[in-house]
Protein backbone atom coordinates (compact mmCIF):
# COMPACT_ATOMS: atom_id res chain seq x y z
CA UNK A 1 0.00 0.00 0.00
CA UNK A 2 1.08 3.50 -0.43
CA UNK A 3 2.66 5.43 2.12
CA UNK A 4 0.64 8.71 3.45
CA UNK A 5 2.18 11.29 2.20
CA UNK A 6 4.04 13.55 4.84
CA UNK A 7 1.80 16.98 5.33
CA UNK A 8 -0.29 16.03 2.24
CA UNK A 9 -2.15 18.86 1.11
CA UNK A 10 -5.20 17.71 -0.62
CA UNK A 11 -8.36 16.40 0.74
CA UNK A 12 -9.22 16.68 4.59
CA UNK A 13 -6.74 15.44 7.04
CA UNK A 14 -9.16 13.59 9.49
CA UNK A 15 -12.45 12.30 9.19
CA UNK A 16 -14.85 10.08 11.47
CA UNK A 17 -17.78 8.55 9.36
CA UNK A 18 -20.18 7.90 11.48
CA UNK A 19 -17.53 6.17 14.26
CA UNK A 20 -18.61 4.37 17.61
CA UNK A 21 -16.25 2.99 20.27
CA UNK A 22 -17.89 0.61 22.18
CA UNK A 23 -15.97 -0.45 25.75
CA UNK A 24 -17.57 -3.30 28.07
CA UNK A 25 -17.72 -2.54 32.04
CA UNK A 26 -18.38 -4.54 34.59
CA UNK A 27 -21.61 -3.86 36.21
CA UNK A 28 -21.68 -6.05 39.61
CA UNK A 29 -19.98 -9.04 39.95
CA UNK A 30 -20.53 -10.70 37.43
CA UNK A 31 -22.12 -8.71 34.44
CA UNK A 32 -20.67 -6.44 31.58
CA UNK A 33 -22.65 -3.40 29.78
CA UNK A 34 -22.07 -1.90 26.82
CA UNK A 35 -20.22 1.68 27.51
CA UNK A 36 -20.38 3.76 23.75
CA UNK A 37 -17.86 6.06 24.72
CA UNK A 38 -18.17 7.21 21.23
CA UNK A 39 -21.48 6.93 19.68
CA UNK A 40 -22.04 7.79 15.67
CA UNK A 41 -19.67 10.50 14.82
CA UNK A 42 -18.84 12.38 12.00
CA UNK A 43 -16.53 15.03 11.18
CA UNK A 44 -13.77 16.49 9.01
CA UNK A 45 -10.96 18.25 9.71
CA UNK A 46 -9.60 20.14 7.03
CA UNK A 47 -5.88 21.17 6.69
CA UNK A 48 -4.92 24.16 8.70
CA UNK A 49 -8.34 24.45 10.36
CA UNK A 50 -8.53 24.56 14.20
CA UNK A 51 -11.20 22.44 15.67
CA UNK A 52 -12.38 22.37 18.53
CA UNK A 53 -13.28 19.34 20.94
CA UNK A 54 -15.26 20.62 24.07
CA UNK A 55 -17.36 18.98 26.61
CA UNK A 56 -16.63 17.53 30.55
CA UNK A 57 -15.20 14.74 31.33
CA UNK A 58 -16.00 11.21 30.74
CA UNK A 59 -17.86 13.03 27.12
CA UNK A 60 -15.86 11.02 25.07
CA UNK A 61 -13.32 13.98 24.04
CA UNK A 62 -10.23 11.49 24.82
CA UNK A 63 -11.57 8.63 22.66
CA UNK A 64 -12.55 10.88 19.65
CA UNK A 65 -8.66 11.85 19.93
CA UNK A 66 -7.28 8.36 20.09
CA UNK A 67 -9.33 7.24 17.12
CA UNK A 68 -8.21 9.85 15.22
CA UNK A 69 -4.71 8.70 16.16
CA UNK A 70 -5.24 5.44 15.79
CA UNK A 71 -4.39 4.36 19.02
CA UNK A 72 -7.59 2.85 18.99
CA UNK A 73 -10.11 1.48 16.62
CA UNK A 74 -13.28 2.44 16.04
CA UNK A 75 -16.24 -0.81 16.62
CA UNK A 76 -17.99 0.88 13.63
CA UNK A 77 -17.36 3.24 10.75
CA UNK A 78 -14.33 4.64 9.60
CA UNK A 79 -11.75 6.76 11.16
CA UNK A 80 -9.31 8.08 7.78
CA UNK A 81 -6.22 10.34 7.78
CA UNK A 82 -5.82 11.93 4.49
CA UNK A 83 -8.41 9.86 2.89
CA UNK A 84 -6.97 6.25 4.22
CA UNK A 85 -8.54 3.86 6.90
CA UNK A 86 -6.23 3.85 10.28
CA UNK A 87 -6.05 0.69 10.24
CA UNK A 88 -4.16 0.36 6.89
CA UNK A 89 -1.71 2.98 8.48
CA UNK A 90 1.67 1.81 9.43
CA UNK A 91 2.20 3.53 13.15
CA UNK A 92 5.30 4.91 12.20
CA UNK A 93 3.85 6.44 9.09
CA UNK A 94 0.85 7.84 11.35
CA UNK A 95 3.39 9.54 13.57
CA UNK A 96 5.23 11.30 10.90
CA UNK A 97 1.68 13.25 10.21
CA UNK A 98 0.24 13.23 13.23
CA UNK A 99 1.14 14.36 16.53
CA UNK A 100 0.12 14.39 20.16
CA UNK A 101 0.71 16.72 23.07
CA UNK A 102 -0.31 15.92 26.08
CA UNK A 103 -2.24 17.38 29.07
CA UNK A 104 0.60 16.84 31.84
CA UNK A 105 4.12 17.86 30.83
CA UNK A 106 5.60 16.28 33.35
CA UNK A 107 4.15 12.68 33.15
CA UNK A 108 5.06 12.77 29.54
CA UNK A 109 9.10 13.60 29.76
CA UNK A 110 11.93 11.45 31.06
CA UNK A 111 12.99 12.43 34.16
CA UNK A 112 16.42 10.95 33.35
CA UNK A 113 16.54 12.24 30.20
CA UNK A 114 17.70 15.77 28.88
CA UNK A 115 15.50 18.40 27.42
CA UNK A 116 17.71 17.76 24.17
CA UNK A 117 17.88 14.82 24.33
CA UNK A 118 13.94 14.30 24.15
CA UNK A 119 13.52 16.52 21.45
CA UNK A 120 16.01 14.39 19.67
CA UNK A 121 14.87 11.00 20.41
CA UNK A 122 11.90 10.61 18.10
CA UNK A 123 14.47 11.43 15.19
CA UNK A 124 16.83 8.50 16.36
CA UNK A 125 13.64 6.35 16.64
CA UNK A 126 12.82 7.35 12.85
CA UNK A 127 16.31 7.01 11.60
CA UNK A 128 16.47 10.73 10.50
CA UNK A 129 20.00 12.19 10.43
CA UNK A 130 22.94 12.10 11.91
CA UNK A 131 23.29 12.39 15.88
CA UNK A 132 24.56 15.82 15.50
CA UNK A 133 21.68 16.67 13.01
CA UNK A 134 19.34 15.58 15.57
CA UNK A 135 20.64 17.46 18.03
CA UNK A 136 21.37 20.57 15.91
CA UNK A 137 17.37 19.47 15.01
CA UNK A 138 16.23 19.62 18.88
CA UNK A 139 18.02 23.07 19.42
CA UNK A 140 16.03 24.95 16.38
CA UNK A 141 12.85 23.51 17.88
CA UNK A 142 13.68 24.76 21.71
CA UNK A 143 14.65 28.18 20.19
CA UNK A 144 11.29 28.20 18.49
CA UNK A 145 9.54 27.24 21.31
CA UNK A 146 11.28 29.98 23.21
CA UNK A 147 13.36 27.95 25.58
CA UNK A 148 16.85 29.79 26.39
CA UNK A 149 20.05 27.81 25.49
CA UNK A 150 20.87 27.27 29.45
CA UNK A 151 18.17 24.90 29.45
CA UNK A 152 18.86 22.57 26.47
CA UNK A 153 21.27 20.32 28.52
CA UNK A 154 18.73 20.81 32.03
CA UNK A 155 16.65 18.07 33.15
CA UNK A 156 12.54 17.91 33.51
CA UNK A 157 12.55 18.46 37.03
CA UNK A 158 14.73 21.91 36.28
CA UNK A 159 12.30 23.31 34.21
CA UNK A 160 8.58 25.02 35.31
CA UNK A 161 5.50 23.46 34.15
CA UNK A 162 4.92 26.41 31.29
CA UNK A 163 9.11 25.37 30.14
CA UNK A 164 7.91 21.52 30.34
CA UNK A 165 5.32 22.05 27.89
CA UNK A 166 7.10 24.28 25.83
CA UNK A 167 9.26 21.19 25.56
CA UNK A 168 6.30 18.42 24.69
CA UNK A 169 5.33 21.10 21.79
CA UNK A 170 8.71 20.81 20.05
CA UNK A 171 9.00 17.56 20.71
CA UNK A 172 6.01 17.15 18.91
CA UNK A 173 7.02 18.70 16.12
CA UNK A 174 10.64 17.27 15.41
CA UNK A 175 9.20 15.21 12.84
CA UNK A 176 7.78 18.12 11.23
CA UNK A 177 3.91 16.56 11.16
CA UNK A 178 0.99 18.34 9.35
CA UNK A 179 -1.41 18.08 12.76
CA UNK A 180 -1.30 18.12 16.10
CA UNK A 181 -3.72 16.94 18.53
CA UNK A 182 -3.76 19.16 21.86
CA UNK A 183 -5.60 17.13 25.06
CA UNK A 184 -6.53 20.02 27.54
CA UNK A 185 -2.66 20.87 26.87
CA UNK A 186 -3.46 24.23 29.30
CA UNK A 187 -4.95 22.38 32.17
CA UNK A 188 -2.23 21.67 34.43
CA UNK A 189 -0.64 25.52 34.25
CA UNK A 190 -1.54 28.64 35.93
CA UNK A 191 -3.71 30.66 33.96
CA UNK A 192 -0.52 33.39 33.12
CA UNK A 193 1.32 30.50 31.70
CA UNK A 194 -1.78 29.25 29.96
CA UNK A 195 -2.56 32.37 27.75
CA UNK A 196 1.68 32.15 27.13
CA UNK A 197 0.90 28.72 25.85
CA UNK A 198 -1.72 29.04 23.66
CA UNK A 199 -0.07 32.46 21.96
CA UNK A 200 3.00 29.53 21.17
CA UNK A 201 0.37 27.00 19.29
CA UNK A 202 -1.27 29.83 17.85
CA UNK A 203 2.02 31.02 16.38
CA UNK A 204 3.14 28.22 15.54
CA UNK A 205 0.13 27.12 13.74
CA UNK A 206 0.59 30.35 11.43
CA UNK A 207 4.27 29.96 11.11
CA UNK A 208 3.78 26.25 10.23
CA UNK A 209 1.03 25.83 8.97
CA UNK A 210 -0.14 22.97 11.42
CA UNK A 211 -3.66 21.59 11.69
CA UNK A 212 -4.93 21.42 15.77
CA UNK A 213 -7.44 19.22 17.02
CA UNK A 214 -7.82 20.96 20.59
CA UNK A 215 -9.62 19.45 23.05
CA UNK A 216 -10.54 20.68 26.14
CA UNK A 217 -13.46 21.47 28.66
CA UNK A 218 -12.49 25.04 29.73
CA UNK A 219 -14.43 27.58 27.14
CA UNK A 220 -12.22 30.57 27.50
CA UNK A 221 -9.30 28.49 26.27
CA UNK A 222 -11.76 27.47 22.95
CA UNK A 223 -12.54 30.99 22.23
CA UNK A 224 -8.81 31.77 22.19
CA UNK A 225 -7.75 29.63 20.09
CA UNK A 226 -10.79 27.49 17.81
CA UNK A 227 -12.06 27.95 14.50
CA UNK A 228 -15.08 25.69 14.54
CA UNK A 229 -16.45 24.10 18.02
CA UNK A 230 -17.81 20.30 18.03
CA UNK A 231 -19.49 19.87 21.85
CA UNK A 232 -19.33 16.39 22.63
CA UNK A 233 -22.40 14.95 24.79
CA UNK A 234 -22.45 11.21 26.15
CA UNK A 235 -20.37 9.91 23.11
CA UNK A 236 -22.26 12.56 20.74
CA UNK A 237 -21.93 15.53 19.10
CA UNK A 238 -24.42 17.58 20.35
CA UNK A 239 -23.63 20.76 17.99
CA UNK A 240 -21.06 21.95 15.40
CA UNK A 241 -20.47 24.82 13.88
CA UNK A 242 -18.05 27.95 13.69
CA UNK A 243 -16.83 29.68 17.29
CA UNK A 244 -18.91 32.70 16.96
CA UNK A 245 -21.85 30.76 15.71
CA UNK A 246 -21.63 28.92 19.37
CA UNK A 247 -20.40 31.25 21.41
CA UNK A 248 -23.17 33.83 20.42
CA UNK A 249 -26.25 31.39 19.24
CA UNK A 250 -25.92 27.83 21.02
CA UNK A 251 -28.72 26.00 20.13
CA UNK A 252 -28.78 23.37 22.40
CA UNK A 253 -29.50 22.99 26.18
CA UNK A 254 -26.31 21.24 26.56
CA UNK A 255 -23.87 23.62 25.38
CA UNK A 256 -25.56 26.30 26.57
CA UNK A 257 -25.28 24.87 30.17
CA UNK A 258 -21.71 24.58 29.35
CA UNK A 259 -21.66 28.56 28.30
CA UNK A 260 -23.27 29.83 31.42
CA UNK A 261 -21.31 27.36 34.11
CA UNK A 262 -18.04 28.91 32.72
CA UNK A 263 -16.40 31.59 34.56
CA UNK A 264 -16.03 35.21 33.51
CA UNK A 265 -13.54 38.21 34.68
CA UNK A 266 -16.09 40.55 34.21
CA UNK A 267 -16.51 42.50 37.48
CA UNK A 268 -19.48 41.81 39.20
CA UNK A 269 -20.58 38.55 37.25
CA UNK A 270 -20.84 36.60 40.15
CA UNK A 271 -20.66 32.40 40.37
CA UNK A 272 -22.96 30.83 37.66
CA UNK A 273 -26.25 29.55 39.22
CA UNK A 274 -26.22 26.21 37.62
CA UNK A 275 -29.45 25.56 39.19
CA UNK A 276 -31.29 27.66 37.15
CA UNK A 277 -29.90 25.94 33.53
CA UNK A 278 -31.73 23.67 31.56
CA UNK A 279 -30.88 20.06 32.40
CA UNK A 280 -28.83 18.66 29.45
CA UNK A 281 -30.24 15.99 26.93
Known sequence: MPPVPD????????ELRDVRKTYHVRDGAWRRRPLHAVDGVS????RSEVLGIVGESGSGKTTLAKLMLGL????SGDALLHGRSMETIDRRQVSREVQFVFQDPYSSLNPSRSIEDAVAHPLRLHGMGSRLEQLKRAHDLLDLVGLPKRTHAAFPGQLSGGQRQRVVIARALSLRPGALICDEPTSALDVSVQAQILNLLHDLRKELKLTYVFISHNLEVMEHIAENIAV???GKIVEYGPKAEIFENAQKPYTRRLLASAMTVAPGAGIPRLEALPTAR
Open 72 to 75: TQPT
Open 7 to 14: NATDGPVF
Open 232 to 234: VYR
Open 43 to 46: LTVN
